[in-house]
Nanobody, 124 residues
């Protein structure tokens, strides 16, 4: 069983930065970050494979960076140039499966393990 614990959320002004952390236990192949704003569907933000290959949603490319420290079983999401539209609950998720396309890697249905979420609020 994989357990995931997120941390690092908070409130920042537009243009600011935050780094989220996801500490996990158990083997995972892919780890991804998703976000969900009130009244909206859950959206895949970024994913990283155990070997380090990454996938990003178009909305965060060039601003967010996902990284992974396998020795610490921790995945990070560095978020720069934050915008008010980035405001959401951010969730870490993990999958032991092979995911062979970007659309699969950012699809919540392919991730059976989830953390409890951490809130990110960006004010204008």
């Amino acid at each position: 069983q994989v357990q995931l614990v997120e941390s690092g959320g908070g409130s920042v002004q537009s243009g600011g930065s935050l780094r989220l952390s996801c500490a996990g236990s158990g083997y995972t192949n892919y780890v991804a970050w998703f976000r969900q704003a009130p009244g909206k569907e859950r959206e895949g933000v970024a994913a990283i494979r155990s070997g380090g290959a990454t996938t990003y949603a178009d909305s965060v490319k060039g601003r967010f960076t996902i990284s992974r420290d396998n020795a610490k079983n921790t995945v990070y999401l560095q978020m720069n140039s934050l915008k008010p539209e980035d405001t959401a609950m951010y969730y870490c998720a993990a999958s032991p499966r092979g995911l062979y396309a970007d659309v699969q890697r950012l699809n919540a249905l392919n991730y059976p393990y989830w953390g409890q979420g951490t809130q990110v609020t960006v004010s204008s």
